[in-house]
Structure formats: C-alpha cells, structure tokens
C-alpha cells in the first residue's frame, strides 16, 4: 500500500495520536513523499507515516532505537516525542513521532553538513543496523507498484545496478553513515544544526555519504559541491566508483516517491519528466518534488 488520499491521512492520523496518547487535533500536513509528514501543533512535535508492513516496522523500529542512543550519547540529531519513543501502528499506518524544530526561511550549507558526518562516521552503535542495500530498498518499493508503467525500466535498472556495484573498490573504510545525507536533512536548532530522517542510518561506505550533495549540484543547480568535499577531505567525484553511485541514487531518488505518485500530481509529472529524461540518457536540470 502507498500513502494516499488525505482524507485518509488525518483519519489515520487521528488513530495513531489517540494510540500514541498525543493531542492530534489541528494536525496539518507538511509534506507528502517517501512519507507523510504532519505537525502536531498542540504537541510541538511531528508525525511520520509510512505503509505499514514487516520490512517497514523493522526499519522504524531500528530507527527509534538509533534515535535514542543519539541522544544517550549527545550526537546533534532530531530527537523522539517524549513518551512515544516506539513505533505506532493504527489506522493503516506505521508512524515515528518526533520533537518539531521551527525553521528559519534559510537552508544550512553543505558544509555545515561535514562536521556531523564525520562524527557519525566515527561511531559503533552497541546493536546491530541494517547494512546498506539501495537496490534491495527499490526493488522493495517497485514490488508495490506493479502497474507503474516505469517498472520494468526499473527493474533493469536494479538488475544492471546489482552487478555494477558488486565490483565497486571502496577507498574510505565502511561505517556507521546517515544514508539519505543532503541539506534537506540538516536543521537549525539551539544545539546548532541537527540530522534529520534517520530511516536510511546503516552500515556501508562513507562514499555514499558524500554523493547526494553532489548529485544535488549536479542535477538540481544547487550550490557547488567543492568546498563540501573538501571540508569532509576526500573527493569522490575522482573515484572511479562515482558514477555507479550517483546512478544509485538517482534511483533511490525515484523510487523514493512511488507511494506519492498516485495522491500527488504535482510529484507524478516531475516523476514522469526525469524518467524520460534518463531513458533519452540527458543530462539537463530536474526540479525538487513538490
């Protein structure tokens, strides 16, 4: 099941609040993608929604343990609603429930991403996460969108990934990394900035860590991404594995949104746009999702 009709997302929140014991009422939408994300305002928090199902409840359930021995240990990342520190399910929906953090109309720069990457490089959780496997996470989500008239371009996508990556040489060694690390996922707050979205924290290559700036540069226009490589200290743009990873994530950048498609036209057309972008192998500007 994907996240759908809005309708559905407020009844659905209103089941999960009173499951999680929490003031839903005035409950708005922020934003709808990978998940659906509402803010509680009565509660200065927000909710995260996701399908539910087992792969999904494992993962928010290494998520919510992740973001509590972060918090044990001082690292600057969002932190849980107190009292809700577990997934909920209700209403059709697995949820995580999160402190709000009010932003400023200014996006932090990339740079101010390095510091927090490089501390969370260095760390060795005392529980097992899941290793990193962005291909196995597509194949996840494309299981679920059959009649997609992209699936069977992205299916050969994954099996030709599959391959490719299998003979990557990593420089850096592998680690604890954020997995979904961009400037979207950094926030001000009192502590100075904090990660965000920690569904995608696992154990790989740090490499991975370094390619969505850049692949944001590359495809969106966003600032350069030199002085970011150079704060981290290593420049995977002259790595000889580059291009298999921007195609990896370029692909989780896809399929990230295939529970959107169908609720959010908006989401659909620029979807739409950068599939026949990549089946004419162009290279020119994609558009944030909206």
């Not at 993608?33 to 996701?50: I, K, Q, T, Y």
């Not at 699936?151 to 994954?158: D, G, I, N």
């Not at 502590?191 to 969505?212: A, H, N, Y």
């Not at 498609?261 to 739409?272: K, T, Y």
């Amino acid at each position: 099941m994907g996240i759908a009709i809005a309708v559905d997302l407020h009844r659905a929140v209103d089941e999960l609040c009173h499951e999680a014991g929490v003031d839903g009422r005035d409950a708005r939408l922020l934003r709808q993608c990978a998940n659906a994300v509402f803010l509680l305002p009565r509660e200065a928090a927000v909710v995260r929604l996701a399908p539910v199902s087992q792969a999904l409840l494992d993962r928010a359930q290494t998520t919510v343990r992740m973001a509590r021995w972060l918090e044990n240990i001082g690292f600057p990342a969002v932190r849980l609603l107190a009292g809700v520190e577990r997934p909920v399910v209700a209403g059709g929906c697995l949820a995580t429930f999160w402190q709000f953090i009010p932003q400023p109309d200014r996006q932090p720069e990339p740079t101010l991403l390095v510091p927090l990457l490089a501390e969370l490089h260095e760390l060795i959780p005392p529980f097992s996460v899941p290793r990193w496997s962005p291909v196995a996470d597509a194949r996840r989500r494309l299981s679920n969108s059959a009649d997609l008239a992209s699936a069977q371009f992205l299916s050969q996508w994954c099996d030709r990934l599959d391959g490719q990556l299998s003979q990557v040489r990593y420089e850096l060694p592998a680690s604890l990394i954020h997995g979904d690390a961009w400037v979207g996922n950094l926030l001000w707050s009192d502590r100075g900035v904090v990660l965000s979205d920690l569904d995608q924290v696992c154990f790989g290559p740090r490499e991975w860590d370094l390619v969505p700036t850049v692949v944001n540069a590359m495809r969106f226009g966003e600032p350069s991404y030199e002085s970011f490589l150079r704060a981290y200290g290593h420049d995977v743009t002259a790595w000889p594995g580059f291009p298999v990873l921007r195609e990896a994530r370029e692909l989780t950048m896809l399929t990230g949104v295939l529970p959107a498609l169908a609720s959010s036209p908006s989401i659909s057309a620029e979807f739409e746009r950068r599939m026949a972008d990549l089946r004419e192998e162009a290279s020119g500007l994609w558009a944030p999702y909206k």
